[in-house]
């Protein structure tokens, strides 16, 4: 079954077409300017009873190059059977459109992208009929953002750079700096961004430690201790605990029931802060608890 983390990796490029043309030269790529891009059908099928489908398709015309057309695959792990498909997907496109196909492979680590950036060859040893290119962008070359006001410039290329290095140690500052620009932000676009990320970290314990990040809220009068601040110091305290305990039991992290105990009824946020960094890398709840 196709993951949420899948399915952010690629559609992200669908939310802002131009993203790709951004995020090239950020990872040394050079590459022409679109003057237009529009989103073409992902279905590669024939006529015979065999399955196709790129993960995402556009048509990209430039001011000096013409036209070409961009196929996008996002790739989780090493696949034998892929560059079969990838082959296929290029001569079918160069068929059908008449135009140059590009493939760009995004990955979220860094053995993925240095596997899918090696060429195809279709042929024999003295004779290469066919070979393919593929572009890469993955947490090898994507960099991380961990500046709030950078992140701010470019959300959706923040985003993507979150998620190209979503499996990197890192993490924590990037999605930190993330949620700050978002915050900063505001409005709609704020709110797409924000779910967006949320759903392509899929059931890992980064999308705990992200939600634990949007749910920060700065009342308007901080420590008048009324009923509303109260219910939001509650309510807050009680979700930390429980991503607190979601990302150890995620991790196979033995939890006796007095820990449990201790963080579910603990009522300092910022302590219940720092247990929930530490819960990412903790191998035991002493470590937790710890000075």
């Not at 952010?8 to 022409?32: N, S, T, V, Y």
């Not at 900063?184 to 967006?196: L, Y």
């Not at 607190?244 to 302590?271: H, K, N, Q």
Request: glycine share 6%; charged share 25%; aromatic share 6%.
């Amino acid at each position: 079954m196709v993951s949420s983390a899948h399915e952010a990796m690629h559609q992200i490029f669908r939310e802002d077409p131009g993203l790709f043309a951004r995020a090239l030269p950020k990872a040394g790529i050079a590459f022409p300017e679109p003057t237009a891009i529009q989103h073409l059908d992902t279905d590669l099928t024939e006529i015979r009873p065999l399955a196709r489908r790129v993960d995402t398709l556009f048509r990209v015309d430039t001011a000096d190059d013409g036209g070409f057309l961009l196929a996008v695959e996002a790739q989780g792990t090493p696949d034998p059977a892929k560059p079969n498909s990838w082959t296929y997907y290029l001569a079918h496109l160069y068929a059908k459109y008449q135009l140059p196909p590009i493939l760009l492979v995004v990955c979220r680590d860094k053995a993925t992208a240095t596997w899918a950036a090696e060429p195809v060859r279709v042929g024999l040893p003295v004779h290469t009929s066919i070979a393919v290119f593929p572009l890469v962008l993955g947490p090898g070359n994507v960099p991380a953002i961990t500046d709030p006001e950078e992140a701010a410039e470019d959300l959706a290329l923040a985003v993507f750079a979150a998620l190209a290095h979503a499996k990197d140690p890192g993490l924590p500052a990037i999605l930190d700096a993330l949620a700050t620009a978002v915050a900063n932000t505001g409005g709609e676009t704020a709110k797409r961004w924000a779910e967006f990320t949320e759903v392509g970290l899929d059931d890992t314990p980064a999308r705990a430690l992200w939600r634990h990040l949007m749910a920060t809220y700065t009342p308007r009068f901080p420590g008048s201790g009324t009923l509303i601040e109260e219910a939001l110091i509650e309510g807050e305290t009680k979700g930390r605990a429980e991503d607190i305990l979601r990302i150890l039991d995620r991790r196979g992290v033995e939890v006796s029931e007095a820990a449990r105990e201790r963080i579910a009824s603990c009522g300092d946020l910022e302590l219940l802060g720092t247990w929930l960094d530490r819960s990412l890398t903790a191998m035991n709840a002493e470590e937790l608890f710890g000075p």
